[in-house]
Nanobody, 121 residues
Framework: QVQLVESGGGLVQAGGSLRLSCAAS????????MGWYRQTPGKQREVVGR???????NYADSVKGRFTISRDNAKKAVYLQMNSLKPDDTAVYSC???????????????WGRGPQVTVSS
């Protein structure tokens, strides 16, 4: 069974930094794009940023210059370094991976449960 397990998150003051990690486990054949999303109560989930298997990245305008996504293909992991955090960054952050498992014949989208990130003013 494929799982995405996140770590990191928590409470930080505005201007501070946090690093989120997400590792995929299970019978995985290949991972394509990976990414991070966030959601606050009453709002739709929004993309924070994504990274291709080759390392190309794109980010939401609201986090450009402050957040950095990276990945370690050998560890099947994706990371989100968040700097200069603002109260508006408060949300549940979830990682996502488009991957193929050995029980499937095509790529499917998998989600982690998401750590809470709270930025105090």
């Amino acid at each position: 069974q494929v799982q995405l397990v996140e770590s990191g998150g928590g409470l930080v003051q505005a201007g501070g930094s946090l690093r989120l990690s997400c590792a995929a486990s299970g019978s995985i054949i290949s991972i394509n794009d990976m990414g991070w999303y966030r959601q606050t109560p009453g709002k739709q989930r929004e993309v924070v940023g994504r990274i291709t298997s080759g390392g190309s990245t794109n980010y939401a305008d609201s986090v450009k210059g402050r957040f950095t996504i990276s990945r370690d293909n050998a560890k099947k992991a994706v990371y989100l370094q968040m700097n200069s955090l603002k109260p508006d960054d408060t949300a549940v952050y979830s990682c996502n991976a488009d991957l193929m498992s050995n029980t499937d014949s095509k790529y499917r989208s998998y989600w982690g449960r998401g750590p809470q990130v709270t930025v105090s003013s």
